[in-house]
């Protein structure tokens, strides 16, 4: 049975407006590229944002074209200050720690009731657009010269330029050893074009992966939530991939619980699935999981929640 739309209807991507340009994705590989044709980036543990100067206003969009400006004001009021009438700018959303590394569930508490939004900064690494001038054609070096020029000797407080950095074929592990969560590696001579592509790849330190909550099982710990219930979409349909019973806290775990009883279902999501005790739920809510690897029955292994994505929609998966 196919993975029917309706259970997402509420939650439709919205159409791409005019002048809005959804995000080049990178493609998940096992190796980091070798060769002088590849510009490496860290890769930041944030929300991908799309920023939007136009005389003076900003606005910011996520990966799925919701506008979510109001919920990043240190960003704004640095994009603010730029010397430019319009641009279009790629970037990341993160928190960082004292070490300067970034976390998502940080970035996750920021964003959260009471959280602290004004320590949410941006790492860029594009420019589409600037002054009227489209760049999307114009190669990768190309693009990141205009940005660097945009932002001058000094950025505004709240933006940082995402770096290149080098390294030979043990860049990975050194980038691993710091803390990071891994690797961007781009086409120097590429144009920027929206959609999965494989111009840009990534690799990561610990594999990590979004997946499809269809429901949770009850336990004595965190307002009642022992594991949240796990699918991911293979051919248009949902397939059930384990639980994650690791990684909340007593914040997160009462919350991942109250959103997903006031989404319940009679029956399991995936028809003929049992699992004892179970609570089912629709398959609206996309949850980031680290783990270590899959199990011969395609559960995975060692798994640990990182945190809902708020970003992201289950028509991602389709």
């Known amino acids: 049975m196919k993975w029917a739309r309706r259970a997402t209807s509420a939650r439709d991507r919205p159409n791409v407006p005019a002048g809005v340009i959804p995000p080049l994705l990178p493609t998940l590989v096992d190796r980091v590229p070798q060769g002088a044709t ?15 100067l136009d005389k003076g206003k900003v606005k910011i969009l996520t990966r799925n074209l919701h506008d979510w400006t109001v919920r990043f004001p240190t960003i704004v009021a640095a994009v603010a200050e730029l010397d430019a009438t319009d641009a279009i700018i790629d970037g990341e959303a993160f928190v960082a720690d004292e070490k300067g590394l970034s976390h998502f569930s940080s970035l996750q508490r920021a964003l959260g009731r009471g959280g602290r939004r004004q320590d949410i900064m941006l790492a860029v690494f594009d420019l ?8 999307r054609d114009r190669p990768l070096v ?4 205009a940005l660097v020029n945009l932002l001058g000797e000094a950025p505004p407080n709240g933006i940082v330029l995402s770096d290149e950095i080098s390294g030979g074929s043990d860049i990975l592990a050194k980038v691993c050893q710091f803390g990071f969560e891994g690797i961007v590696s781009k086409l120097r001579k590429s144009p920027y074009r929206s959609g999965r592509r494989q111009e840009w790849v990534k690799t990561k330190c610990v594999l990590s992966d ?16 022992g594991s949240v219930l796990l699918a991911n979409v293979e051919g248009g349909n949902l397939v059930f991939a384990g639980g ?34 179970a609570v089912w739920t629709r398959p609206e809510i996309v949850v980031d999981v680290e783990y270590r690897g899959w199990t011969e029955d395609h559960q995975l292994r060692h798994p640990s929640f990182k945190g809902i994505r708020e970003d992201r929609s289950v028509d991602d998966f389709l």
């Open 142 to 145: 190309d693009r990141r010269e």
């Open 128 to 135: 589409l657009k600037v002054n009227g001038e489209d760049l």
């Open 244 to 277: 994650v019973g690791t990684g909340f806290n007593a914040r997160t775990g009462p919350e991942v619980k109250r959103r997903l009883d006031a989404i319940q279902l009679d029956k399991p999501p995936i028809p003929g699935l049992k699992v004892k005790g």
């Open 210 to 225: 979004e997946f499809i909550a269809i429901g949770y099982e009850p336990g004595n710990s965190y307002g009642g939530l």
């Open 38 to 52: 590849w510009l490496h980036e860290i890769k930041w543990d944030g929300y991908r944002i799309g920023v939007y």
